[in-house]
């Protein structure tokens, strides 16, 4: 969670009613950060900096992917860069990979 116990200095901004497991990018905070009424927190985190964490796709978007572009299909520089790196693979999408180029 990014929020933490209430303390000064309080935030301009506050969502009086919501909980602060609510924040999120569509929120409008301040400078100070936003008050969460619903359970007494702040975060003090803007909103264009909230991180996200990086993780791979699950296995059967991969091979979704990997379906699409055997059949001709454009596919994003994301998913090819999936798509072509057997590290990323899992032993059902190494195998999906191996049938595809057979076939």
């Not at 929020?3 to 905070?29: K, N």
């Not at 059967?60 to 992917?65: E, F, G, I, K």
């Amino acid at each position: 969670m990014l929020s933490s116990q209430l303390e000064h200095p309080i935030p301009t901004s506050d969502q009086l009613r919501t909980m602060s497991y609510a924040f999120g990018p569509h929120m409008q905070g301040s400078e100070t950060g936003i008050y969460f009424g619903g359970d007494n927190r702040i975060v003090r985190c803007p909103v264009d900096k909230i991180p996200l964490p990086q993780l791979s796709p699950p296995a059967w978007l991969v091979a979704d992917w990997m379906m699409a572009d055997s059949r001709g299909e454009p596919i994003s520089d994301y998913a090819r860069s999936f798509v072509t790196n057997p590290a990323c693979w899992n032993s059902a999408t190494a195998w999906l990979h191996e049938f595809l180029i057979v076939r």
